[in-house]
């Protein structure tokens, strides 16, 4: 079974201050991966795709990705309380149309 | 607007019963997905369609249907074969292209009486 793995957390972190989101995948063959913010009682929403290694901007958030090591991290810059929410790593199995979705970290930015 | 739209927001389901569940996109999406979530955990893939008339198993299809007759609709059934059925559902779209992401639904969230 291909995994993806976060750890749950909680993540704490006051506001202003940068949060970093870890995952990890088992197939070396992946090449698309994915953030998703999921609030308490709603649905994922997307946040940013990442495909080739290296850093990804967009607004307050970077994502990184390192084939090599197999990992991808999510950095929110000046963490507000509004961001308080699950982070969930997804990674598209090589070959196939599904989806493998990490359990998701729990961020919590402390006013 | 463009998007996904799963009904009914809470569904309750008897002993015994059948219930189907509605996701609809006007996307114009190929691939569609189900997936099931239980409080505090991840996405577990149910079924998911890549073109009209034809579907596949995901991890956890057991005491679960679906059909896919129309590119913007794939209803799930959950059978009462489905012992613990109560969870969060999300159904979910993605463009062919096996790059693109996926967008969600707002979820269709089922309890036991």
């Known amino acids: 079974q291909k995994e993806v793995e976060q750890n749950s957390g909680p993540l704490s972190v006051p506001e202003g201050a940068i949060a970093s989101l870890n995952c990890t995948y088992s197939?070396?063959?992946?090449?698309?991966f994915f953030w998703y913010r999921q609030y308490s009682g709603k649905s994922p929403e997307l946040i940013m795709s990442i495909y080739s290694n290296g850093d990804k901007e967009d607004g307050r958030f970077t994502a990184q990705l390192n084939k090599a090591s197999q990992y991808v991290s999510l950095l929110i810059r000046d963490s507000q309380p509004s961001d308080s929410a699950t982070y969930l790593c997804?990674?598209?199995?090589?070959?196939?149309?599904?989806?493998?979705f990490g359990t998701g970290t729990r961020l919590k930015v402390l006013a | 607007d463009g998007g996904i739209t799963q009904s009914p927001k809470y569904l309750f389901r008897k002993e015994g019963q059948n219930v189907t569940l509605s996701c609809e996109q006007n996307?114009?999406?190929?691939?569609m997905y189900w997936y099931r979530q239980d409080p505090g955990q991840g996405l577990r893939l149910i079924y998911y369609?890549?073109?009209?008339?034809?579907?596949q198993k995901g991890d956890i299809a057991e005491g679960y249907s679906v059909s896919r007759e129309k590119k913007e609709s794939f209803p799930l059934t959950v059978t009462s074969a489905q012992k613990n059925p109560t969870a969060f559902y999300l159904c979910?779209?993605?463009?062919?292209?096996?790059?693109?992401?996926?967008?969600f639904g707002d979820g269709t969230r089922l309890s036991i009486l």
């Open positions: 197939d070396r063959g992946s090449q698309s």
């Open positions: 369609s890549q073109i009209v008339n034809d579907f």
């Open positions: 979910a779209s993605s463009k062919e292209n096996s790059n693109q992401p996926q967008h």
């Open positions: 997804a990674v598209m199995a090589p070959g196939t149309y599904k989806y493998i």
């Open positions: 996307l114009n999406h190929d691939a």
